[in-house]
């Protein structure tokens, strides 16, 4: 039997150990961007096949992710977790060495499949190894300023790997996380699983489900008509389906805390303008600046101090004076420096046009993605942990193809219409501002969204006790858990274990 001290190390050995995959697995989101020239020249791509390097990873992972969160309740989410890293390693060396375009695809593809698997069953881990509430918040936050960090670190990497190295090491570097996390983790952490197992996994519901996240993904990347009619026709099909399955994927249950339901709203808008803007900006710095992809990578050092500045913040902000205000403030300032950037003229240099916006951007986001993700997750037990994880996850993936999708072909048709009339560093300027003006007034509407977490509720909508939602006017009982919808306030940590760990099956 361990000891108190020696549990303790274990536990926060684990959260290492998974934060690092984690950093990994969002990491690989952004991480080609800068190197496509690059894919290009060695592996001879085409201009539509160049895309499906960044599509292949966005479909597999925002399509699979509701079908493996759930998959890794029932089976073992330590399980599952090993499988998609070693799936998630060997997709990465394939991708390496890939000789032909099809291969480097096939290779995307597969990761983003291996990171659907182990992206939720890690979150869903943490949720548990950490149950009480300051503390969860606290590792949350860490969580989230980490996912926040490698999603704008993917350019740094990639820039510094393609401009001193190969574009292939952007994909080798992944081998030794992934080789130390199959080591570590099994001797850090013992297998749990949902108490209450169904006689057969929701195939039905699995099918629709993905099935309606790969046709939305997908036309939303290919600006396509048909599969976003297929989309909403799968997605109706998957709610008749889970309100008349006796053991569904998705409980609608699940989905009715007012509470989730705004924190991944909001993690939609967020992704969607996040991921766009580290691409736009991105691509002002090579197109507009003259930047080479070194130089690139480096100008988005202030980026990650400002994100880690605001990770440090958040889940303390969280625990004194709410998750709600927190995301509203957090919001509101990252919408200011989207502003700022949008603002920026093509005589502006670095210095004085892009970083003041950048770094007032990257502190509202690392003070945003912790919050929300405390906010995501909150009433998860041990039968829904993976399941809140992933669903959690799956907005964030969904929105940043979104943003992808819309905020990037906005900007190319506002350069392409201004092009031949102020020339093409005004016009790619042009093309930059308007969609980052458009993402800080999504990021405003998503402070708005916030505003109406529980808490401001009238009450009216108050339901019974286990359905209460958290008010900024009222303590908690130090006794009391964190029940569905209640987030952690001032520092008060539960003096008792959750009632749903009763129902946690726990293997050594």
Known sequence: MPTSTQATGRRRGALVVLCFVQFMLVLDDTVV??????LRDDLGFGAAGLTWVVNAYFLAFGGLLLLFGRVADLLGRRRVFLMG??????ASLACGLAQEPWQLIAGRFVQGAGAAMAGPAALSLITLLFPGSEERAKVLGVWGGI?????TTGLMVSGALT?????????????P????????????VSESRAGHRPGRLDVPGAALGTGALLSLVYGLLQEQWLPLVLALVLAAAFIVVEARSPEPLVPLSFLA?????VANAATLLFSAGFYSMAFLLMLHLQTVLGYKPLTAGAAYLPYGAGILAGMWLSSRAAIRVGVRR?????FLISAAGLFLLAGVEPGDGYAAGVLPGMLVT???????????????VSGTTGENAGLGSAVFTTFQQVGGAVGLAILVTLATRRSDDLVDSVGIRHAATEGFSFALTVTAVLLVLGAILLAALPGAASRKDVGPRNDVEPRDDVEPQNDVEPRDGVLPRDGVESRKLPESHADETVEG
């Open 33 to 38: 961007n800068v190197a496509l020239p690059s």
């Open 85 to 90: 890293v070693g799936l998630f390693g060997l």
């Open 147 to 151: 996912a926040a960090l490698g999603g």
């Open 163 to 175: 401009g001193l190295a190969s574009w292939r090491w952007i994909f080798l570097i992944n081998l």
């Open 177 to 188: 996380v992934a080789a130390a996390a199959l080591v570590l983790l099994p001797r850090l």
């Open 257 to 261: 805390s007012r509470t989730r339901a």
């Open 326 to 330: 927190t995301l509203v403030v957090a």
């Open 362 to 376: 990257a502190f509202g986001c690392g003070l945003s993605l912790p919050a929300l993700t405390i906010a995501a």
